[in-house]
């Protein structure tokens, strides 16, 4: 029903009541987690908003096509890549959305094959990582393709990336190293608690990695003001209960500005004193 709705005027406007009452609700609730919810909803706003006219968007770990939904309603001239692991979504993106080029595998450092788990209660949080569920009847095992990112798009001019694959985001990024060169896109990316998935990756990992190639990671509500970046103690630090946020902006150093400004106009702030 959520997929069916996405694109319609009544399903923005629905998902923007929805958004509000959870933040009025964790204001009730967990009055703690207002600016992680807060911070959440900014990024997503955003990034669907901050890629340049006529250039790529790239949406890793796609899901139902919300953000696909919102980029295409505010510019129809931007041009969409989707990357989706599970089969029948990658299936329904591709019936949802004909104009965007989707893709129905997972993507990582590394091309082949992998097993990937699909939470049947809550697909958001399927994942390439070990399932954090105690009821492993609630999971189901899949062989997916495995790709590198370089290899799925290897002309465009990619200006934004969305990541969202619970906690193979660095795999992704490792993938892309011609991309990021080549492009130097803006990149919104989850990074939720640290958790035993298996996977290897750290937030320490994916810092160096980012500085290494020299971007500059903000949180959401910084994007649109005068803000270096994060150092690593305070990205480590920004996990930890209650969480600063989930979703981060790795912007290129030689973009910050830029992005600022961009973000400024479309967050309606002035410049600063």
Not at 45 to 66: E, K, M, Q, W
Not at 160 to 168: L, N, Q, S
Not at 173 to 201: H, K, N, W
Request: hydrophobic letters at 40%.
């Amino acid at each position: 029903m959520k997929q069916s709705l996405l694109g319609s005027p009544f399903g923005r406007m629905a998902l923007s009541v929805r958004d509000k009452i959870q933040l009025v609700r964790e204001a009730w609730s967990h009055p703690e987690r207002v600016g992680t919810s807060a911070n959440d909803h900014l990024a997503t706003y955003l990034i669907t908003r901050l890629c340049r006219p006529n250039a790529y968007f790239i949406d890793v770990g796609a899901h139902i096509g919300s953000i696909i939904s919102e980029v295409v309603h505010r510019d129809r001239s931007i041009k969409i890549v989707a990357v989706e692991a599970i089969p029948e979504k990658a299936e329904r993106l591709r019936r949802k959305f004909p104009d965007v080029e989707t893709h129905a595998c997972a993507v990582g450092e590394s091309a082949g094959n992998a097993t990937f788990f699909i939470d049947m209660e809550q697909s958001g949080y399927s994942s390439l990582g070990t399932p954090k569920r105690v009821d492993q009847r609630s999971i189901r095992e899949i062989n997916v393709r495995l790709e590198k990112l370089d290899a799925l798009v290897p002309a465009h001019h990619v200006d934004a990336i969305k990541i969202d694959v619970e906690g193979a985001e660095l795999g992704v990024l490792r993938g892309a190293t011609a991309l990021l060169a080549r492009c130097r896109p803006l990149i919104m990316f989850e990074s939720g608690a640290p958790v035993q998935d298996g996977l290897g990756y750290s937030k320490e990992a994916m810092y160096e990695f980012l500085s290494t190639h020299d971007f500059s990671i903000v949180v959401p509500n910084r994007v649109a003001h005068n803000d270096d970046g994060l150092d690593l103690q305070g990205f480590v630090e920004s996990h930890l209960y209650p969480r600063r946020t989930t979703n981060y902006f790795a912007i290129p150093k030689e973009r910050r500005l830029e992005c600022r400004d961009l973000a400024r106009r479309i967050l309606g702030v002035r410049p600063e004193i």
